[in-house]
């Protein structure tokens, strides 16, 4: 995920990601990539493949690096999660963002 790539010009920047699955299958690449210094909070994500997780510092919690062996059939896009995989229930309430809504999903 890219945010503020085109410039970060906004006086109020704000950038959550929660409770996302990214997958690269390339040989390298970074998941999350901002510009700026917007408020952020990144929590519950899995990152799956190689690369780096962050390019910058972030409020970041519970979030998973794993290779696709965690996956029932990544070669097929089957991004479940396999029965043995230690990402199950491994989340937290993400709480509330710098601007004071709630982070949970509802839906």
């Excluded at 010009?9 to 990601?17: K, R, S």
């Excluded at 910058?56 to 043995?84: E, F, P």
């Amino acid at each position: 995920m890219t945010y503020a790539e085109e410039g970060a010009t906004n006086p109020l920047q704000y950038f959550y990601a929660v409770n996302n699955t990214l997958v690269n299958d390339g040989s390298n690449g970074t998941f999350f990539r901002l510009t700026g210094s917007p408020v952020s909070a990144v929590v519950n994500n899995l990152m799956v493949g190689t690369g780096t997780a962050y390019s910058w510092t972030i409020k970041q919690d519970h979030n998973l690096l794993l290779d696709g062996c965690s996956m029932v059939d990544r070669a097929h896009y089957d991004y479940h999660l396999k029965a043995s995989s230690g990402a199950i229930d491994a989340g937290r309430d993400p709480g509330f963002s710098g601007y004071h809504f709630n982070l949970t999903p509802t839906r």
